[in-house]
């Protein structure tokens, strides 16, 4: 059964660093793997979605990476800001099966 | 852009009473999923639905039914509720792409407390 996991849980940095959130799954056979943000309280928001066939996605300050061989996706924020704090959730999807969330990566920028 | 919206933002149930969380997508989505979210456990998928009348059961579908009637809708059911099933819920829908990706959507949550 796919397990999804993402290192660390928590993580503080300093307004304007550059930092990484990590996500590795099990089972390598996925159609695509998906980033969302979470505010407290509220639902998630979509962020980048990476199909098997692609290698990374960009969008604005965000870069998602995605290496299927051993089994891991990366998130790379570029020059944080106090409104990059949420907590960062990648989830995998199979066939024929809904996704599979990690527990979520919650980040506090601090300015 | 695709809403998926869920009717109660915030309920407040007693135990033994039955409830409905209601989620209604705006964009023809086959696909319908009801999770829980809980503190240290992360999502958790409770019943999904690819196709009017379908449903399919998730990791933790106890205590819990669901109903799927109409494409747009898709109801989470509980039917004696109890002090555990205190949580967020989320609906969301999705599409596939042809690629076979499965790109979700997510309402903005009901948080249940059971009393």
């Known amino acids: 059964k796919q397990e999804v996991t993402q290192i660390p849980a928590a993580l503080s940095v300093p307004e304007g660093e550059n930092l990484v959130l990590n996500c590795s799954f099990t089972?390598?056979?996925?159609?695509?793997l998906q980033w969302f943000r979470q505010d407290p309280g509220k639902g998630l928001t979509s962020l980048l979605l990476i199909q098997s066939s692609q290698r990374e996605q960009t969008s604005g300050r965000l870069n998602a990476s995605l290496d299927k061989s051993s089994g891991r996706s990366t998130l790379y924020i570029a020059a944080s800001q106090p409104g990059d704090s949420a907590t960062y959730l990648c989830a995998a999807n199979q066939a024929g099966t809904a996704l599979i969330f990690g527990k979520g990566t919650t980040l506090s920028v601090s300015s | 852009d695709v809403k998926v919206t869920q009717s109660s933002r915030y309920l407040v149930k007693r135990t033994g009473e039955k409830v409905f969380l209601e989620c209604v997508q705006d964009?023809?989505?086959?696909?319908m999923f009801w999770y829980r979210q809980d503190p240290g456990l992360g999502l958790r998928l409770i019943y999904f639905s690819y196709d009017v009348k379908m449903k399919e059961k998730g990791d933790i579908p106890e205590g819990y039914s669901v109903s799927r009637e109409k494409k747009e809708r898709f109801s989470l059911i509980l039917e004696s509720a109890s002090t555990n099933q205190t949580s967020m819920y989320l609906c969301?829908?999705?599409?596939?792409?042809?690629?076979?990706?499965?790109?979700?959507?997510f309402g903005a949550g009901s948080r249940l407390t059971v009393l």
């Open positions: 089972d390598s056979a996925i159609y695509n």
């Open positions: 964009m023809d989505h086959e696909n």
């Open positions: 969301a829908s999705s599409f596939i792409r042809y690629s076979g990706a499965n790109v979700l959507t």
